[in-house]
């Protein structure tokens, strides 16, 4: 048996990996480790709760007495580390929460995982460590680091202390770094789910700027596949590269939405643009191809119905979501984007 900790288990990427490595590796054990943030929810988990290959523990990787505690009651083996506060523009709002999250929460666990023995340990990392791209290009794991948000800058921190465990201690760690992720359970402040809800509501959809900002769109599935992939066999102090080698602008995914959705155009709205808006991001995923025998699978259009299917069976998730205090985060975020007479981008 091997004892994996999903650190952000109740997040959108890590209820997925839960749930697949529970469907696909029936010899593992996880301990799932999350503090149930605003983004964390265990609705989605209510029946795999029961499971008792799956432990849910409620800790904040900030403190690192909590997750001694939680070391203390389980014999971790391998850690899969994906709590993060993940949203930029969140990051633009309140910036040091992602430092205390992301940068103190992952070397607090980096210390403690080292110290209790662990013997593999994934850092899941995003391709906005890298920067903005102009029109041509790609991002490969040589890009040197250049974040531009205080959330990517935050997960650039958290690479490097990663890069420096290894360096230092010899510690068993990978990183990986991923595009934009879809698929069911993303909490809708990203794009598609927001998009989607907002459709499904009659609300309108706020675009930033001109909209041909650039993301290179991965399924949830496919990321979690790689994730696996990098744990069982990616070598010790690299870095590895995954997309859904599927870029678009944001307005061709929301236009897709709406049809999709068979809703019309006319719930466009051009908004005032996300400050320091990165223009570009496309991946080179040819090294995880080449070293994991990993490559994306889910089409963007199938997989993009499956997920707006998701949504419309679980509108009372969303709605209670969007009844709580996102609607403090919607008001301050688009209240004035989106008011009469505010200024498109
Ligand atoms: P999410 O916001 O949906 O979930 C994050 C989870 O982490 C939540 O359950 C939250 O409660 C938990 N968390 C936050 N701070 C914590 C703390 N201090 N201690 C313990 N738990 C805490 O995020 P996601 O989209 O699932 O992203 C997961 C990881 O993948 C993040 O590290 C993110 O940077 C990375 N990533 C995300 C994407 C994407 O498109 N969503 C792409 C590439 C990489
Ligand atoms: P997001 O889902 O926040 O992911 P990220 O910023 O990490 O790439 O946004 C994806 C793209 O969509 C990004 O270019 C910003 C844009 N966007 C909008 O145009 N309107 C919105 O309401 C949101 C949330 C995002």
Redesign the pocket.
């Known amino acids: 048996m091997t004892t994996l900790l999903i ?2 288990g ?5 209820a997925n990996l839960v749930r697949r490595v529970l469907a696909d590796r029936p010899d593992w054990n996880i301990v799932n ?5 605003y ?2 929810d265990l609705t989605w988990l209510a029946d795999v709760l029961r499971d008792p290959r799956h432990a849910f523990e409620k ?4 403190d690192r007495a909590q997750i001694e505690t939680v070391f203390d009651r389980h014999p971790i083996d391998w850690v899969a580390h ?6 930029v523009d969140r990051s633009i709002l309140e910036p040091e929460v992602f430092i205390r ?1 992301n940068v103190l ?1 992952t070397q607090n666990l980096l210390d403690v995982a080292r110290k209790r023995g662990v013997k593999r340990f994934l850092h ?3 391709d906005e460590v890298y920067g903005t791209l102009g029109a041509e290009g790609k991002f490969t794991e040589e890009t040197p680091l250049a974040p531009n948000s205080p959330y990517s800058a935050s ?1 650039a921190a958290s690479d490097l202390l990663v890069r420096a465990a290894v360096h230092t201690f010899g510690f068993h760690a990978i990183t990986s770094r ?4 879809y698929g069911p359970r ?2 809708p402040e ?1 794009l598609i789910p927001l998009m989607i809800a907002n459709a499904l509501d009659g609300k309108p959809l706020p675009v930033y700027g001109d909209g041909q900002q650039v993301r290179d769109w991965i399924h949830v599935d496919d990321h979690c596949t790689g994730l696996l992939a990098a744990l069982e066999r990616g070598r010790v102090g690299e870095v590895y590269n995954f997309g859904g080698e599927c870029e678009l602008p944001n307005l061709t995914v929301v236009k897709t939405l709406l049809s999709v959705l068979g809703k019309g155009e006319e719930l466009l709205r051009f908004v005032a643009d996300r400050p320091g808006h990165d223009r570009r991001y496309a991946i080179d995923c040819s090294k995880a191809k080449a070293e994991l025998g990993w490559a994306p699978q889910r089409r963007f259009d199938e997989g993009l119905r499956a997920t707006v299917r998701w949504y419309r069976e679980h509108a009372d998730w969303v709605a209670r979501i969007r009844s709580g205090a996102y609607r403090d985060y919607y008001q301050l975020q688009y209240g004035g984007r989106l008011a009469p007479g505010s200024p498109p981008g």
């Open positions: 650190t952000g109740a997040g959108f990427i890590g480790l999350d503090a149930l943030t983004a964390g800790a904040d990787l900030a994906l709590a993060a506060e993940s949203h999250s929460g899941v990392s995003t997960k991923c595009s934009n992720n993303q909490f990203k």
